[in-house]
């Protein structure tokens, strides 16, 4: 099975802030890797599939890359409807699997 | 619009058995991919099952051999069947369908979800 981690497991930051989450797979998952978003009280949300394209309607200030076991998110411009938690998920074999999760709160 | 809808989450004794539905409208579930997820609370996701468009399965070893993932396309709904029901499986328990319809390489990618329904294993 494939394991993914997260890091950090939170993080305190402001309005504007750049923000970067890193996740790692245990072994090699290529590109499938996708990120949600996941606000309290709600289902995940399809932020970005295939390590870097965007869902339709997500804003452009959120972006990923990476490959082969590292991945990162990027939030170039944290806005208040982002502090959320985040989570990875790889999509290279079975069982599909997701990251402990990152949240992200205000400072 | 395209709408998942979960229903049957309850609280059940260990050992138990539980029936979950996901109404799903907009779309033609038999065409795509629909996966259950699972999060305990305070946990990330984790997932459960999926079943193919054309009716194959697939399981989490955790509970293979206790839950059965099937669908009534007259009824555009999916299902889980969950028995043997331990407290480790006490979850919001999502429907979801792959993100784009088979052979665009989107089969295991989760959009959209339900908004779940609470599967509570308790004496």
């Known amino acids: 099975d494939i394991q993914m981690t997260q890091s950090p497991s939170s993080v305190s930051a402001s309005v504007g802030d750049r923000v970067t989450i890193t996740c790692r797979a245990s072994?090699?998952?290529?590109?499938?890797l996708a990120w949600y978003q996941q606000k309290p009280g709600k289902a995940p949300k399809l932020l970005i599939y295939?390590?870097?394209i965007l869902q339709t309607g997500v804003p452009s200030r959120f972006s990923g890359s990476g490959s082969g076991t590292d991945f990162t998110l990027t939030i170039s411009s944290l806005q208040p409807e982002d502090f959320a938690t985040y989570y990875c998920?790889?999509?290279?074999?079975?069982?599909?699997?997701f990251g402990p999760g990152t949240k992200i709160d205000i400072k | 619009e395209v709408q998942l809808v979960e229903s049957g989450g309850d609280l059940v004794q260990p050992g138990g058995s539980l029936r979950l539905s996901c109404a799903a409208s907009g779309f033609t579930l038999s065409s795509y991919w629909m996966h259950w997820v699972r999060q305990a609370p305070g946990k990330g996701p984790v997932w459960v099952s999926r079943i193919s468009n054309v009716g194959s399965t697939d399981y989490a070893d955790s509970v293979k051999g206790r839950f059965t993932i099937s669908r009534d396309n007259a009824k555009n709904t999916l299902y889980l069947q969950m028995n043997s029901l331990t407290v480790e499986d006490t979850a919001l328990y999502y429907c979801?369908?792959?993100?784009?319809?088979?052979?665009?390489?989107?089969?295991?990618?989760?959009?959209?979800w339900g908004q779940g329904t609470l599967v509570t294993v308790s004496s």
């Open positions: 998920q790889q999509a290279n074999s079975l069982p599909l699997s």
């Open positions: 072994h090699i998952i290529h590109n499938w």
């Open positions: 295939t390590t870097s």
């Open positions: 979801v369908r792959a993100k784009g319809l088979p052979g665009q390489a989107a089969d295991n990618w989760f959009d959209p």
